[in-house]
């Protein structure tokens, strides 16, 4: 219970005449004791808070950057109107700075034995699981003077998905996809790769394509087509332990490295390819495995969603026991990790034989742009020595990718922006000529 605005308003308002002209506790009585009796009146009048009953509806989940709309549903099963605010809480990070206040508050009118719905609108700024607090119910009576207080547990929990905001380019990789598949005017044969059919020769195609034996059989010359191999097993290993908390532009390099596998496991499933994930730091942070073409991408946002950068150093020779174990046969492993010197010189070098005799290995690695700036900068001492900083770091991170290189691995390096479409070039690559 609570003594509204109001209620002070009046009680300051009789007392300036009191003091005025007739300063007494009885004329302080005479103000206040009416006022109370209203108070006590209003109060009375006022619908109970214990007695309502709250639901939930709404969404569950949310890409990171939209808006979800989550109900509330108020009974009043008392005898009495409801005249209310209400505030329902959830954590800050639900709305954008400066929002959540007016987002999550709310005034309300029930009649006696109806029911009404509030809807309460979120906008996450961060992935994972927002779980709704305490809701607070303040009801007034007739006279706006005094208040009952409550507050309700009515649990609800919206799950903050990643954006994948490469999906935008993946039109343009399924049409180079059907051009590998020769679904398109564009036939290309593939060293290594799977035989589809016969045609007939047309002029321009590779007379090494000709199949002799079929021409000997047929009046007209045939050639065989070819297209990709199919239903490849594609490992997603998401390195997240310290290097991946590192900032680049305004989100981590975890962010950047689920974007880019996203736009590859939807790829990649086209292509009719099978693809799992593994986040791992010093244990398993997430597992997604046996996933049908249509299951797979949602199962992949969904285990991400959860997913936070550790601040521990990779286990290696742990990440590297547990790929073999998720990808007991030969595999693409795409490895979205650091290519900074010291954790690949001292983790990854060391144990990545084990990978690469068994599985093709390509590793991936978030580059930050503001380095490639720096590079340029002139006209002051501070720019010259920020200049030759950042070529210093430019040349380790190419040391270090053709340290990999050397070991049979095919490297990507690029800004956030540009690594999942870099990644899935590098992955049709790979697939044109054979080697998955």
Same mark, same amino acid.
């Given at each position: 219970?609570?003594?509204?605005?109001?209620?002070?308003?009046?009680?300051?308002?009789?007392?300036?005449?009191?003091?005025?002209?007739?300063?007494?506790?009885?004329?302080?009585?005479?103000?206040?004791?009416?006022?109370?009796?209203?108070?006590?009146?209003?109060?009375?009048?006022?619908?109970?808070?214990?007695?309502?009953?709250?639901?939930?509806?709404?969404?569950?989940?949310?890409?990171?950057?939209?808006?979800?709309?989550?109900?509330?549903?108020?009974?009043?099963?008392?005898?009495?109107?409801?005249?209310?605010?209400?505030?329902?809480?959830?954590?800050?990070?639900?709305?954008?700075?400066?929002?959540?206040?007016?987002?999550?508050?709310?005034?309300?009118?029930?009649?006696?034995?109806?029911?009404?719905?509030?809807?309460?609108?979120?906008?996450?700024?961060?992935?994972?699981?927002?779980?709704?607090?305490?809701?607070?119910?303040?009801?007034?009576?007739?006279?706006?003077?005094?208040?009952?207080?409550?507050?309700?547990?009515?649990?609800?929990?919206?799950?903050?998905?990643?954006?994948?905001?490469?999906?935008?380019?993946?039109?343009?990789?399924?049409?180079?996809?059907?051009?590998?598949?020769?679904?398109?005017?564009?036939?290309?044969?593939?060293?290594?790769?799977?035989?589809?059919?016969?045609?007939?020769?047309?002029?321009?195609?590779?007379?090494?394509?000709?199949?002799?034996?079929?021409?000997?059989?047929?009046?007209?010359?045939?050639?065989?087509?070819?297209?990709?191999?199919?239903?490849?097993?594609?490992?997603?290993?998401?390195?997240?332990?310290?290097?991946?908390?590192?900032?680049?532009?305004?989100?981590?390099?975890?962010?950047?490295?689920? !974007? &880019?596998?996203?736009?590859? /496991? %939807?790829? @990649?499933?086209?292509?009719?390819? +099978?693809?799992?994930?593994?986040?791992?730091? =010093?244990?398993?942070?997430?597992?997604?495995?046996?996933?049908?073409?249509?299951?797979?991408?949602?199962?992949?946002?969904?285990?991400?969603?959860?997913?936070?950068?550790?601040?521990?150093?990779?286990?290696?020779?742990?990440?590297?026991?547990?790929?073999?174990?998720?990808?007991?046969?030969?595999?693409?492993?795409?490895?979205?990790?650091?290519?900074?010197?010291?954790?690949?010189?001292?983790?990854?070098?060391?144990?990545?034989?084990?990978?690469?005799?068994?599985?093709?290995?390509?590793?991936?690695?978030?580059?930050?742009?503001?380095?490639?700036?720096?590079?340029?900068?002139?006209?002051?001492? !501070? &720019?010259?020595?920020?200049? /030759? %900083?950042? @070529?210093?770091?430019?040349?380790? +991170?190419?040391?270090?990718?053709?340290?990999? =290189?050397?070991?049979?691995?095919?490297?990507?390096?690029?800004?956030?922006?540009?690594?999942?479409?870099?990644?899935?070039?590098?992955?049709?690559?790979?697939?044109?000529?054979?080697?998955?």
């Amino acid at each position: 219970m609570a003594l509204t605005g109001r209620a002070a308003l009046l009680a300051a308002l009789g007392s300036i005449p009191i003091g005025i002209w007739e300063p007494s506790w009885t004329g302080i009585l005479a103000v206040n004791g009416p006022l109370a009796l209203a108070c006590a009146c209003d109060f009375a009048l006022a619908a109970p808070v214990r007695r309502l009953v709250l639901t939930r509806s709404g969404d569950t989940s949310v890409r990171l950057g939209e808006h979800a709309d989550v109900t509330l549903t108020v009974t009043n099963p008392s005898r009495r109107p409801l005249r209310a605010r209400l505030r329902d809480a959830w954590p800050p990070s639900s709305w954008q700075p400066g929002t959540g206040i007016e987002a999550s508050r709310h005034r309300l009118a029930v009649p006696p034995g109806e029911r009404r719905r509030v809807t309460t609108r979120l906008s996450p700024t961060r992935r994972g699981d927002r779980q709704a607090d305490r809701v607070t119910v303040r009801s007034y009576g007739p006279l706006g003077l005094f208040t009952r207080q409550g507050t309700h547990k009515v649990p609800w929990t919206v799950r903050v998905l990643p954006p994948f905001t490469s999906r935008k380019h993946l039109p343009s990789k399924l049409a180079r996809l059907r051009e590998l598949d020769g679904r398109t005017s564009v036939l290309i044969r593939g060293e290594g790769t799977e035989f589809d059919s016969l045609r007939e020769y047309v002029p321009g195609d590779d007379t090494r394509s000709i199949d002799w034996r079929a021409t000997a059989r047929q009046t007209t010359v045939a050639v065989r087509t070819w297209r990709p191999e199919r239903d490849r097993h594609i490992l997603l290993v998401l390195d997240t332990g310290r290097t991946s908390a590192g900032r680049v532009g305004d989100s981590p390099r975890l962010d950047a490295s689920m !974007d &880019a596998a996203l736009l590859l /496991a %939807a790829l @990649a499933s086209r292509a009719g390819d +099978r693809v799992d994930l593994l986040a791992y730091d =010093r244990r398993v942070r997430a597992l997604v495995q046996g996933r049908t073409a249509r299951d797979v991408l949602p199962g992949l946002v969904n285990a991400m969603a959860t997913l936070e950068p550790e601040l521990v150093e990779t286990d290696a020779r742990g990440l590297t026991a547990t790929a073999l174990r998720t990808a007991p046969r030969r595999s693409l492993i795409v490895l979205l990790t650091t290519l900074d010197a010291a954790p690949v010189e001292e983790g990854l070098l060391p144990v990545l034989s084990q990978l690469t005799q068994r599985h093709t290995v390509l590793v991936a690695s978030v580059a930050d742009p503001h380095i490639a700036s720096m590079v340029t900068a002139r006209g002051n001492a !501070d &720019a010259v020595y920020e200049a /030759a %900083a950042a @070529a210093q770091a430019q040349a380790e +991170r190419q040391r270090t990718a053709e340290q990999l =290189r050397r070991h049979g691995v095919t490297v990507v390096d690029a800004t956030p922006s540009e690594l999942a479409p870099v990644l899935a070039d590098a992955y049709l690559a790979l697939k044109a000529a054979g080697r998955l």
